[in-house]
């Protein structure tokens, strides 16, 4: 972590030279196409933002290209819903690794119902649920939210991809009715489902993710308008859910590499933090085995290698 006495990075020169060593990787990875809407995007997009909590930004390649944030959203739902239960939301869903794919149904059966954190699409589910059993007209508002933390009053749900989401999203329905029979998910299906297949339809660009989550990097606090979001405890909390599941089963290799808290989504986006200094988001949608952004990760990497910072 830097403090006063240290000499900032030169963050533009870094995340440029980091653009181009990551450039041949952009060809290698496999974008997502069982949501077929995904699939409508150029493998050789790029895009890499830094924003600092002193109001300074840093960008370079296709930052400024709207995509589809997918599991990103979770981290804005999840928000929610601690802000409104705080901790009776632990009684629904874990807090621990899953090591299994992100929509398993496997590990939910084995555990009657429960999911083993929020960010896994179960997780995710029963999280939407406690957001639609206590607010009213809740996709309007969790758009409002995401709006307000990127100060960006345009973002939008991706009306395509929210179609594309329905016609194609029966494991996640699956999902809510395997819940809903264990007695975890209160609304209606219909009315869970969604909601949650419209967060992951909003999209945002790289700029906007960034400024979005400075106030998990600021102990839940935006740091210009100075709004409190969460408690410090509670913004604790869910960055270390980010640290050890946002990254699906590929959560402990992103720490080992990596080393920021972070959450990714199958359209190409991560977005990570450092407490008390910064947030980044990088866009590249072609995937890894697991789901993240292989272009993506390596640029996470070699920005924490070449800044010489992490959480650790």
């Known amino acids: 972590m830097l403090n006063s006495a240290d000499v900032m990075p030169n963050w533009q020169a870094i995340i440029e030279e980091i653009a181009h060593e990551v450039g041949p990787l952009r060809i290698h990875g496999k974008i997502a196409d069982y949501i077929p809407e995904l699939g409508n995007v150029s493998s050789d997009a790029f895009g890499i933002t830094v924003k600092l909590l002193n109001g300074d930004s840093y960008s370079t390649g296709d930052y400024t290209t709207n995509f589809s944030i997918q599991s990103i959203s979770k981290v804005f739902s999840l928000t929610k819903a601690f802000s409104i239960l705080e901790d009776e939301l632990w009684n629904r869903v874990g807090k621990e690794p899953s090591g299994n794919p992100f929509n398993s149904l496997v590990q939910l059966e084995r555990e009657n119902g429960k999911p083993r954190n929020p960010f896994i699409n179960a997780g995710a589910i029963v999280v939407a649920d406690c957001v639609v059993s206590n607010t009213e007209d809740s996709l309007c508002n969790i758009l409002r939210f995401i709006r307000e933390l990127a100060h960006n009053d345009v973002i939008n749900i991706d009306e395509g991809m929210l179609q594309s989401e329905k016609n194609y999203g029966h494991r996640n329905a699956a999902l809510a009715h395997f819940m809903k029979s264990y007695n975890n998910i209160e609304s209606a299906v219909d009315e869970v489902l969604d909601f949650y297949f419209g967060h992951c339809s909003i999209a ?91 272009a993506g990760v390596k640029a996470l990497e070699l920005f924490t290698t070449k800044t010489g910072i992490s959480i650790f």
């Open 204 to 294: 945002m660009n790289c700029e906007d993710v960034a400024r979005a989550f400075l106030f998990l990097a600021n102990h839940g606090v935006d740091p210009i308008s100075k709004k409190q979001y969460l408690t410090a405890s509670q913004a604790k909390r869910i960055n270390s859910l980010l640290l050890t599941c946002g990254t699906y089963d590929a959560a402990g290799d992103f720490a080992f590499r990596v080393g920021m808290p972070g959450k990714s989504g199958v359209g190409g986006g991560i977005v990570a933090i450092i407490p008390g200094l910064l947030s980044i988001c990088v866009w590249s949608p072609g995937l890894d085995k697991y789901g993240n952004s292989l």
